[in-house]
């Protein structure tokens, strides 16, 4: 079973590289003419989201935002493909190989780079898109996840930030002050060794730090680390992490692993430990439900959240992204499309059904934002943040980081020999 | 009405049956039964978890416990309303039998020919389905998907497969391209080259065609391997995710397993009790597919054997 879907992995890696291959040789489709009048507009626009699940709840937002944009373009029609993440490249890919590419596709952070250098993305500069008015309208921290080559090929909508949470009650019995929790390593180290509970024979029975995080998965905790520990992943699509604090970071994980948390451990939910008080400290998402169909408030009133901060303070951020497919026929209107879908509204609505919040410049005064303490305190951080991402081969190298970290965290191989070879696999 | 004790005594004559004599326990059958018990506690465990995981509230998943305190039978209705989820049955079901049906009526065909009639490169071809059962789906998955979209004359297509969609987003491009998987063919041929060649000879005597030979003598003896393909035809079909996937956009062609994955649309914020409410209901026409096809399925497997 492991072994078919090693070679169904590889099997879609090869199909989608060779079809990317085919894009970067093919040219863009012929812009519709950009004087058109809206009212007299005509056309279909094929709508690629995994932003909207494709729930009755999820429909009715997306078409809430056809609607308002059927207002400006009554004539235009819009078929949406609501998608998952897990199954985006696939999409993705097949859409072009048939020649039947998406008008407007909607991906995540780190996905940009990948595909706007196999020309699949439009660069926005053409739509009057820059930098500023990015900065002005959007959240300025996402800015850099959205540009290749200093240009921009993508908008974004809904920001998915990451903070660590910990739990009050856990800091005063254990005597720390959870009015100044720890941020560095060494601190966020004595500090989970104080809180980690253990049986008479030494085995861990509460971890003191929750990755929140499978086997196979810590890649994203070590790119927020090593960027607190001042190093972001890629700078201008170059290796950053192959130096002096990516070692120290990789080694500082692996020496939190199996001794204030046993590898890979989770809750039967996957989500954060932290929220159910089955881990006094760890990492979070970025919104949290408090009503009686979530973890309740008593829970949220237990929780405090601060960011890393071992030489910088950073935020991780991850999201919702939308570009214009470079061969679409009917690029004018797709733009427009993915302006109505950046209204504060229609943003309101998709970060509610993603638990994100809004990718705007004004975040902060939304109702999702202010309806929880953790979703106020990334908002108010988000000039703080990070991503994951920004090599052109990401999507391929990720997957090379999820084995390889976990090798190091496991005492398998070495850190510096780990990180070395991941580097010369980025491109 | 007969009294007890007369309904057991004796009759002379009669053959008395003797009582069963009792198997000695003996360490070997303890051990036996214990790695059996737990043998089947782990094939059921997901079962379960998945059962009483439909009853929980969100807390009550992420903290872990065996029993939810309320047994909320609304999570039924809440998963089912969250999505046109009848639809989506109607669509799988659809999907199922038209796979079926054609897997039923080409691989059995196919089989018959690779292992009783002798044709050329009838080894190769052989040979052939073989090395396709190694081929993972995702391998063929852009070509499959170029061909669909290329089908002259379907979804705007010109002669020359241009201009259109072909049988993207359709019934054809949903069932058809995985109606007729190598696995079939060669389940097929290895049942009926199990069966004596005689009986083709004999019927060949009297004068019956080669069809006629395939349709009315072969084909009713490998009833129970008919049921063994149409069984994991159905699961395969049903079960199918990537490809309705990759040619669909629309409710009106999507079948559940799609619509199951509404509930883990985010991997950060599963929704485990709507999921595993639905994924209960989406599995129990196969359960009661495998309880009712147990008999034959057994059988078929049992017979599947590798006779070359």
């Not at chain 1, 680390?225 to 170059?238: E, F, I, Q, R, S």
């Not at chain 1, 609505?349 to 934002?369: E, Y």
Request: with cysteine.
């Amino acid at each position: 079973m492991k072994r078919s879907t090693t070679l169904g992995v590889v099997g879609t890696a090869l199909a989608v590289a060779v079809v990317l291959s085919a894009c970067t040789s093919t040219g863009g489709a012929k812009e519709g003419a950009k004087s058109v009048d809206p009212a007299k507009a005509t056309g279909t626009i094929r709508v690629l989201t995994p932003a909207y699940p494709a729930s009755n709840e999820g429909k009715a937002a997306f078409q809430a935002v056809v609607d308002g944009f059927n207002k400006t373009y009554p004539h235009v029609k819009v078929e949406p493909d609501f998608a998952t993440y897990a199954t985006l490249n696939e999409k993705i890919s097949t859409s072009i190989a048939s020649g039947a590419g998406y008008d407007v596709l909607v991906t995540g952070v780190g996905w940009v780079q990948p595909f706007a250098a196999k020309n699949v993305f439009e660069d926005l500069g053409n739509h009057g898109v820059t930098k500023k008015t990015l900065g002005e309208k959007s959240t300025p921290a996402l800015i850099p996840a959205s540009t290749y080559k200093d240009k921009i090929y993508a908008w974004p909508l809904t920001a998915d930030a990451r903070a660590i949470g910990f739990r009050k009650s856990a800091f005063i019995k254990a005597g720390l002050d959870p009015k100044n929790p720890p941020t560095t390593f060494k601190g966020i180290k004595a500090a989970a060794e104080k809180l980690t509970e253990r049986d008479a024979a030494g085995n861990i029975t509460r971890p003191g730090f929750d990755f929140n995080t499978s086997p196979g998965n810590y890649r994203q905790a070590f790119v927020q680390l090593l960027a607190a520990d001042g190093k972001d992943l890629y700078v201008n699509g170059k290796q950053n992490f192959d130096n002096k604090q990516g070692v120290e970071t990789l080694n500082w994980m692996k020496s939190m692993i199996n001794h204030v948390q046993p590898f890979g451990q989770q809750n039967a939910a996957l989500k954060p430990m932290t929220y159910t008080n089955d881990a006094p400290m760890g990492f979070v998402g970025g919104s949290i439900d408090c009503s009686e169909a979530g973890v309740g408030q008593a829970n949220c009133d237990d929780l405090g959240f601060f960011l890393l901060n071992n030489t910088r303070e950073v935020e991780m951020v991850g999201g919702n992204l939308a570009s214009v497919g470079a061969n679409s026929k009917n690029k004018d209107l797709a733009w427009a499309f993915i302006k109505s879908m950046s209204s504060d509204a229609a943003l309101e609505a998709m970060a509610k059904l993603n638990n994100q919040i809004p990718a705007t410049a004004n975040a902060a005064d939304s109702a999702i934002v202010k309806s929880n303490a953790l979703s106020k305190f990334v908002a108010k951080n988000l000039g703080r943040a990070i991503y994951e991402g920004g090599a052109t081969n990401w999507l391929e190298v990720r997957t090379d980081f999820n084995s390889s970290v976990d090798d190091v965290l496991l005492g398998k191989r070495d850190a510096a020999e780990v990180l070395g070879e991941l580097a010369t696999k980025s491109r | 009405m007969t009294s007890p004790s007369t309904a057991v005594q004796a009759i002379p004559g009669a053959i008395v049956p003797t009582r069963r004599r009792k198997k000695r326990v003996t360490i070997g059958r303890v051990a036996l039964y214990l790695v059996l018990t737990v043998g089947a506690f782990l094939m059921i465990a997901p079962f379960l978890w998945m059962i009483l995981t439909a009853f929980k509230s969100e807390l009550e998943v992420a903290r872990f416990t065996w029993l939810p305190a309320v047994w909320r039978w609304d999570n039924f209705v809440g998963a089912m309303q969250t999505a046109p989820f009848l639809q989506y049955f109607r669509n799988s079901l659809v999907i199922a039998v038209g796979e079926t049906a054609v897997t039923l009526a080409i691989c059995t065909m196919a089989g018959y020919v690779l292992s009783s009639i002798p044709i050329r490169g009838g080894k190769f071809l052989l040979n052939y389905f073989i090395t396709l059962l190694m081929v993972p789906f995702q391998i063929i998955l852009v070509p499959l998907f170029l061909i669909v979209k290329s089908v002259p004359l379907f979804g705007g297509n010109d002669i020359f497969g241009q201009g259109g969609t072909g049988w993207l987003n359709s019934w054809w491009g949903l069932i058809v391209p995985l109606a007729a998987a190598p696995i079939f063919t060669f389940l097929a041929r290895q049942f009926y080259v199990s069966l004596p060649s005689e009986l083709a000879d004999a019927a060949r005597m009297d004068g019956v065609g080669e069809f006629g030979i395939f349709w009315r003598i072969m084909t009713p003896l490998v009833k129970p391997a008919l049921i063994t393909i149409a069984v994991f035809q159905i699961e395969a079909a049903w079960n199918g995710f990537l490809w309705p996937l990759m040619i669909t956009t629309t409710d009106d062609l999507r079948p559940l397993q799609l619509g199951l994955a509404i509930f883990s649309q985010n991997p950060a914020s599963i929704q485990w009790p709507y999921l595993m409410a639905g994924t209960a209901l989406a599995t129990l026409p196969m359960v009661l597919l495998f309880v009712f096809a147990q008999k034959q399925f057994v059988e078929g497997m049992a017979n599947v054997g590798l006779k070359g």
